[in-house]
């Protein structure tokens, strides 16, 4: 199911705006310096708790990971478009995830998400050559170890891996939760999830501001 870029309100800055209304995350080249700002700035607003800029970030987040996760594995054979889509969804709730944590350090944001769907790419392939009759995974495209380009903070953010999600995930009542996965992992809109899950928008992103406002207390202690 394709992640859909989020319906903008007045509370997002123009700068972080300008971020999200091109189509979420699509750069052809290198990113500008004023969208490496923009970014900057909507990373900064989630990570303090802003639910408007942490769906707007995810927003920019996922097709990113999409695109990387997709060249990675690439050269998966079959059912390749099912792991890469299932990763990304991994991704943007890792991402989730560590924000509370999340401090600038000068990179750009991109850089850090990158990080993490490296991560999670070393993970499936590593899983792949351990149970080779799961899926076939050539083994020139498996990293001999983990990636030293990492620092310390992105090696400790990485903790923030799916089964911490999952984990954070299940503490939060089942309508919460499928709410969550339907808006931040799938990346439906307010008004698709209100339609799946009969509420109204307004309902829909009151009960989102709750839910995340819940999983950065837990993520945070």
């Avoid at 991560?119 to 050559?129: I, S, T």
């Avoid at 380009?149 to 984990?167: M, N």
Wanted: proline share 6%.
């Amino acid at each position: 199911m394709t992640f859909s870029a989020p319906a903008h309100n007045a509370s997002v800055h123009n700068s972080a705006s300008a971020a999200t209304e091109r189509p979420a995350g699509v750069h052809h080249g290198p990113m500008r310096d004023d969208d490496t700002s923009a970014i900057a700035a909507l990373a900064h607003r989630a990570a303090t708790g802003d639910a408007q800029a942490t769906h707007d970030l995810l927003a920019h987040v996922h097709p990113l990971a999409l695109r990387y996760c997709r060249v990675r594995l690439s050269r998966l054979p079959g059912e390749a478009r099912h792991f890469v889509d299932d990763l990304a969804q991994e991704v943007c709730l890792a991402v989730l995830c560590a924000l509370p944590r999340y401090r600038d350090t000068g990179r750009p944001f991109d850089a850090f998400v990158v990080a993490i769907a490296q991560h999670k790419v070393a993970d499936l392939q590593r899983a792949a050559l351990r149970h080779p009759g799961s899926m076939a995974v050539p083994s020139d495209e498996m990293p001999e170890r983990p990636d030293d380009s990492l620092g310390p903070e992105e090696r400790a953010l990485l903790s923030s891996d799916a089964e911490w999600a999952r984990k954070l995930l299940a503490n939060l009542p089942a309508h919460l939760r499928e709410l969550v996965l339907l808006r931040v992992a799938v990346g439906l809109t307010a008004e698709e999830t209100g339609h799946r899950l009969g509420m109204s928008p307004g309902a829909v992103r009151v009960a989102q501001h709750r839910a995340l406002s819940r999983l950065r207390a837990l993520a945070g202690r």
